[in-house]
């Protein structure tokens, strides 16, 4: 069965440092590949996504992830954080077609100080 | 295009009452999908509906909950009786080609 992990329940860094959250996933084939993110009061935004190709992928906002199949890692990454960053970050792993359903991971909470 | 809109965006009950969620998908989308966080757990699935079919129900956590697609359109989702436990956000998500739409979750109090 697929899962996902994201080892960091809570981080916390200053405004203008950089920015990894991790996420490890397990799935038997190719997985599509998300983040989410859903800041307070808001509901869930999709960041980026990967499916196949480039392993670096660009997101809205400044974010991006790379896919690292030898590590069944997809971290997310920014090179400086916004205090609008503060948010819940989720990772997900889909397959490739209708029929399957998404698994999120629990969720990082970014705190971004000051 | 309208994104997934979803109603109410809270509802505050006390135990024993019954609620109704209601999820309008993007136009054209015959999946769709309902999730809930508890208690700022992680986001897990509800059901899956195909048009107004439902394709898989596993997660429904008991039989206190109803979900229904009327002519494959809209969704709705009713609690009865509601339970403390049931308090969290309720997404509701369409889909096409392998990316989810997410509404803004219908945030659900049980007093």
């Known amino acids: 069965a697929q899962s996902v992990t994201q080892p960091d329940i809570h981080i916390t860094v200053s405004e203008g440092a950089s920015l990894e959250l991790r996420c490890n996933y397990s799935?038997?084939?190719?997985?599509?590949l998300f983040w989410y993110v859903q800041s307070p009061g808001q509901g869930l935004q999709l960041l980026l996504k990967?499916?196949?190709?480039?392993?670096l992928v660009q997101g809205i906002k400044g974010f991006e992830a790379e896919f690292k199949r030898s590590q069944s890692s997809f971290n997310l990454r920014k090179p400086s954080v916004h205090w609008s960053d503060a948010a819940e970050y989720f990772c997900?792993?889909?397959?490739?077609?209708?029929?399957?359903?998404?698994?999120f991971g629990p969720g990082t909470r970014l705190s971004v100080l000051p | 295009e309208a994104g997934v809109t979803q109603f109410p965006s809270h509802s505050v009950i006390e135990k024993g009452q019954t609620v109704t969620l209601r999820c309008d998908p993007i136009s054209g989308h015959d999946n769709l999908y309902w999730y809930r966080r508890v208690m700022g757990k992680e986001i897990k699935f509800l059901l899956h509906?195909?048009?107004?079919?439902?394709?898989?129900e596993s997660g429904m956590p008991n039989n206190r909950f109803l979900a229904e697609r009327t002519g494959g359109t809209y969704s709705t989702l009713k609690v009865q009786p509601a339970e403390l436990e049931d308090s969290g956000v309720y997404f509701c998500a369409s889909r096409r080609s392998g990316e989810l739409f997410f509404g803004e979750g219908s945030r659900l109090t049980v007093l």
């Open positions: 509906f195909v048009k107004e079919s439902k394709q898989d």
């Open positions: 990967y499916f196949s190709g480039d392993t």
């Open positions: 997900a792993v889909g397959a490739d077609n209708y029929g399957q359903n998404f698994v």
């Open positions: 799935y038997g084939a190719t997985p599509y």
